[in-house]
């Protein structure tokens, strides 16, 4: 089968949007974080390999006992482990999250940076959660890729990847940037609620007309 132009892939993913917006209008950010921009870089830094819900089950304890920056950048981070034990990789991410924000503090006067080059330089911040704090709080057009979004996303054909990276550059230049944001919403709903990761609900899914998964299943020439 020939590769699908740019502009037919770009057709597509506007009828993807206009599909996932009807479903999902009132996508956002599933972490608790209380309107706070460091809360939120530490909050998706901690939900890095799983769940939202696991994240928002801790933090509220987190903030109790170290409620600014300069309050978590004196930590100790066996006290820190202890609060986030539930959640996987708690050593690492509690090193991190004290580091990041004795960062924060010291080389950023205690606020979250903008840029997002200089987002990514606070320690346990990859592309993912930079973006995601860009696009969130800063309102700035970007596409954050976790699972879900890479799942989704080389499943319905928006991107033809084997990493985040490509998989981002994929879909950027395939959605409009004015919806980069709110994709990147949808595609992790969609993913939670009809394209899992074993056994998508095809049968219940909005966007299978428009999927190449779904397609090459019902062709019996590939798997979904």
């Keep these: 089968m020939p590769r699908e132009t740019m502009a037919a892939k770009r057709e597509r993913a506007l009828e993807v949007a206009r599909r996932m917006n009807e479903h999902y ?3 956002e950010c599933a972490l608790v974080y209380g309107g706070d921009p460091f809360r939120l870089t530490i909050a998706v830094l901690l939900s890095a390999q799983t769940t939202d819900k696991g994240v928002n089950k801790v933090t509220p304890r987190l903030w109790e006992r170290y409620p600014t ?10 006290d820190v482990e202890d609060i986030i034990r539930t959640i996987g990789f708690y050593h690492t991410k509690a090193a991190n999250v004290i580091k990041c924000a004795q960062m924060v ?10 840029d997002i080059d200089e987002l990514q330089k606070l320690p346990g911040v990859g592309r993912k959660t930079a973006n995601v704090v860009s696009a969130v709080w800063f309102h700035k057009d970007a596409i954050a890729v976790d699972t879900h979004v890479f799942r989704v996303s080389n499943r319905l054909g928006l991107a033809h990847a084997n990493t985040p990276e490509k998989t ?21 709903w969609h993913g939670r609620r009809v394209c899992h ?4 609900d095809c049968a219940h899914c909005a966007l299978a007309e428009v999927c190449d998964a779904f397609a090459a299943k019902t062709d019996g020439q590939g798997d979904a």
């Design 168 to 188: 981002e550059r994929d879909l950027m230049r395939a959605i409009p940037q004015k919806d980069w944001s709110d994709a990147h919403h949808w595609l992790i």
């Design 25 to 27: 209008p009132a996508a």
């Design 105 to 114: 503090v010291a080389d950023y006067g205690g606020e979250i940076p903008r």
């Design 69 to 78: 920056p300069a309050d978590l950048a004196s930590a100790d981070v066996r």
């Design 197 to 200: 990761s074993q056994k998508p």
